[in-house]
């Protein structure tokens, strides 16, 4: 029977525990992938860099945060350097808190997950609007639902993010920007047109009536009852936009939400000439959720965004990369969207 030395055999057990030890200690180590895996959305989005940037038109974008009614608002906004108050710190700003300015707003909210925050699509000034992008104050990224996950198309705090994006144009915005108060419309995506069209549309629209609300592939009817309907059914554009292969989960929610609102206009009063003119819907491009080029998420809601003035802001609804010869079909007999098997 061979032996083996003692000096051999030590060596061999300090060389077990050194790969013992070694294996203990691996699963301690954090990669920077492991890190951000675990923080979530909300986390993810503060990382962030905020300031002061230019946009993709030659405008400044500002990105801050402001406490509206005990949440944290992040919000960027895009203009001319000139239109920005003393306040906001932009380099040429000339404006006074609270002055009343020559451009309008186009305020987006984006879809779960934060994606189009980010992407700021609504960035340039078009129109005679300068764009707003607000992040929603939650832990997913999600409108309405600010802990948590929604169930279906629920957002349990819908009452009080609608308040919140009423409260942050009304009294935070001119204090950083002059801009015209009686020309602010509002492009939702996704999460945000829910709601927007769920919460926000019926609750506070009246407040921004003469203009028009953008529903990029979603939306809900009204979740609460609606507040001085007369004073906006009957002047504000809405103008509803899916694709072919829409989340099957939105294809009954978009015309349920269409038949609410051309009843709601009905009911002040308005033919239906009349609502067609201002209520419009198109589901035409093949794409999936939010995919109006039919390529992708972000470059669909961008292409959309590019086409703003067209669609809500009196022009023909022809959209170079959709193949409907206009967007702006009437909501009257076109209620029952049909989408892809």
């Known amino acids: 029977m061979s032996t083996v030395r003692l000096p051999v055999l030590f060596k061999i057990l300090l060389l077990a525990l050194s790969f ?10 954090k990669t920077g992938n492991t890190a951000t895996a675990r923080k979530t959305p909300q986390q993810q989005a ?27 608002l992040r919000f960027k906004i895009s ?22 300015g020559a451009l309008g707003l186009n305020v987006l909210l984006h879809g ?25 104050p939650s832990e997913q990224l999600l409108w309405g639902q600010r802990t948590g996950n929604p169930s279906g198309l629920s957002r349990a705090d819908g009452v009080a993010d609608a308040q919140a994006v009423n409260d942050l144009i009304q009294q935070v915005l001119p204090q950083v920007v002059a801009f015209n108060a009686s020309n602010v419309f509002f492009t939702g995506v996704s999460g945000g047109a829910l709601t927007l069209s769920g919460f926000f549309v ?12 953008l529903l990029m592939c979603g939306a809900l009817v009204p979740q609460v009852p609606v507040v001085n309907a007369s004073a906006f059914v009957a002047n504000t554009k809405i103008h509803f936009q899916s694709t072919q292969n829409e989340l099957a989960l939105l294809q009954p929610a978009i015309p349920d939400a269409i ?8 009911d002040a009063g308005l033919n239906a000439q009349e609502i067609g003119v201002l209520q419009t819907v198109d589901n035409t491009p093949p794409g999936g959720h939010c995919e109006f080029d039919g390529v992708g998420f972000s470059s669909g809601i961008q292409l959309i965004a590019d086409n703003f003035e ?15 010869q206009t967007v702006l079909t009437s909501v009257v007999g076109n209620e029952d969207l049909q989408f892809a098997a």
Request: charged share 10%; aromatic share 4%; hydrophobic share 45%.
């Open 20 to 29: 013992l030890a070694g294996v203990q200690a691996a699963p301690k180590r």
């Open 46 to 72: 503060a990382a962030l860099p905020q300031g002061i940037s230019q946009a993709t038109d030659g405008s400044t974008i500002l990105d801050t945060t402001a406490t509206v009614n005990g949440a944290k």
């Open 79 to 100: 203009g001319p350097a000139d239109q920005f108050t003393a306040a906001s710190n932009v380099t040429g700003a000339t404006q006074q808190a609270g002055a009343e």
């Open 112 to 136: 779960d997950g934060g994606q189009s925050f980010i992407d700021f699509p609504n960035q340039a000034v078009q129109g005679g609007l300068m764009g707003v992008v607000i992040l929603a």
């Open 202 to 213: 019926p609750a506070h629209l009246a407040n921004f009536a003469g203009n028009g609300v």
């Open 259 to 266: 038949v609410a609102y051309e009843t709601l206009a009905a």
């Open 310 to 324: 067209n669609i809500m802001q009196g022009g023909n609804g022809a959209v170079d990369g959709i193949n409907a």
